[in-house]
């Protein structure tokens, strides 16, 4: 959610290393190309990822680079993460919404070992 608005869906890919408790991944969305990075707990259903847009020539976007963290926690009755977003540039900062969803082929429970 930004600005009250809801955007995507914007589909991440993510790999989870069950023995480093780490998370990896990337994607893309309206802003552009983007790595994420992260820690997350069986124990207590958290996950904390920073995601990292880096310039890319193509966009010609040159204030693109910057970083968001992400900060969710597992709902079991909604089953997705829930939390929210932190920007924080030299120009601006924002908290917003996020919800982080399982895609339909993901059959995998957050608390089952990867």
């Not at 480093?20 to 207590?44: A, L």
Request: hydrophobic share 30%; proline share 3%; with cysteine.
């Amino acid at each position: 959610m930004q600005f009250g608005v809801w955007h995507g869906p914007i589909y991440i890919s993510l790999s989870f290393d069950p023995q480093m408790f780490k998370v990896t991944g990337s994607g893309c969305d309206d802003i552009g190309r983007f790595t994420v990075d992260g820690t997350y707990s069986t124990k207590t259903g958290r996950i904390g990822l920073t995601k990292i847009y880096r310039f890319d020539a193509t966009t010609r976007i040159e204030h693109l680079e910057h970083q968001i963290i992400i900060q969710l926690v597992w709902n079991s009755e909604t089953r997705q993460f829930e939390g929210k977003r932190y920007v924080r540039t030299k120009t601006y900062r924002e908290e917003n919404r996020f919800e982080l969803k399982f895609s339909k082929q993901q059959r995998i429970s957050p608390h089952e070992r990867v």
